[in-house]
Nanobody, 124 residues
């Protein structure tokens, strides 16, 4: 069992930065691939970024590539999402999730555990 708690969301102006954190409980955190997803009002949840259990291997959606960076610290059971050059269209609830699938990290249905989400609002 893995429990996930996100933090770091908030209100920021366009062009600004935020760093999201996702703290995991459970001794098996390091065996899970981790992903970030987001959901804007009236839209479906979409993939943002993912990282392999080892930290070697990252994937990004095209709309965040070059602006967002995912990382993890297995000694702290935490995964991060550094978000730079934020745009109003990045406004959403951001969720972290854990998967033991080992592949296809952009597929939300392959994730076993989800956090409660943290709101990110980017003003223009």
């Amino acid at each position: 069992q893995v429990q996930l708690v996100e933090s770091g969301g908030g209100l920021v102006q366009a062009g600004g930065s935020l760093r999201l954190s996702c703290a995991a409980s459970g001794r098996t955190f390091s065996s899970y691939g981790m992903g970030w997803f987001r959901q804007a009002p009236g839209k479906e949840r979409e993939f943002v970024a993912a990282i392999r259990w080892s930290g070697i291997g990252t994937w990004y959606a095209d709309y965040v590539k070059g602006r967002f960076t995912i990382s993890r610290d297995n000694t702290k059971n935490t995964v991060y999402l550094q978000m730079n050059s934020l745009k109003p269209e990045d406004t959403a609830v951001y969720y972290c999730a854990a998967t033991d699938a080992g592949t296809r990290y952009s597929m939300s249905n392959l994730y076993n555990y989800w956090g409660q989400g943290t709101q990110v609002t980017v003003s223009s």
